[in-house]
């Protein structure tokens, strides 16, 4: 299991060695699956791979699950860098998982407990089964839970409590519940 924001940090090779570029982010499906990562391709590899590089954003490119052979220390690619150019794909941003950072969590009640820090990626199955809350102080005190020194508490929401994710992501439960669902889940 890796958090997303550790999975941005690491660099993308092809299978001949050559860095393409780093993670940026995570192409979630509806089902709450990885479709695909999307690479921050590097200025110099743009032009080898014969891609247009935006003005003054950078060029982002998605590979699909399939086209990856490990995460480890790096995301290692199938394909060697001459094949690359039919292999990725153009950005997503429809389903980028960077969109969910910073929404705001509700509970069934409409009151909202937090907002969405990170999340967790199963690198193995490529699913989501958790998300990060940064919790408000307002909402520590209606989940029941003890103020932390540093009021920088998160909560770790099984992606089986979420009923749907749009402008807002919704819980299943009423902000009073969560104290009770994730009593044995530790809040950092």
């Not at 299991?1 to 092809?14: A, C, F, G, N, Q």
């Not at 699950?65 to 094949?83: A, M, S």
């Not at 103020?147 to 998160?154: E, N």
Request: charged share 30%; aromatic share 2%.
């Amino acid at each position: 299991m890796t958090k997303l924001s550790d999975l941005r940090k690491k660099e993308v090779i092809s299978s001949d060695g050559h860095i393409i570029g780093t993670v940026h982010s995570a192409i979630i499906t509806q089902e709450r699956t990885i479709f695909g990562l999307t690479i921050k391709i590097k200025k110099k590899m743009a032009q080898t791979l014969e891609k247009k590089k935006p003005l003054l954003s950078p060029l982002l490119l998605d590979v699909k699950i399939d086209e990856i052979t490990g995460v480890r220390d790096k995301v290692v690619l199938h394909h060697p860098l001459k094949e690359l150019g039919t292999q990725l794909l153009p950005h997503n941003t429809k389903f980028d998982a960077e969109r969910l950072l910073g929404v705001d969590v509700l509970g069934r009640e409409g009151k909202v407990v937090g907002s969405v820090e990170d999340m967790e990626i199963d690198t193995l199955i490529w699913t989501v089964p958790t998300l990060l809350i940064k919790v408000k102080k307002d909402a520590l005190e209606t989940i029941k839970k003890d103020k932390c020194v540093l009021c920088g508490s998160q909560l770790h929401i099984s992606m089986h409590h979420v009923i749907d994710i749009g402008d807002y992501v919704m819980l299943e439960m009423t902000a009073e519940n969560i104290g009770q669902i994730l009593s044995n889940i530790s809040m950092r």
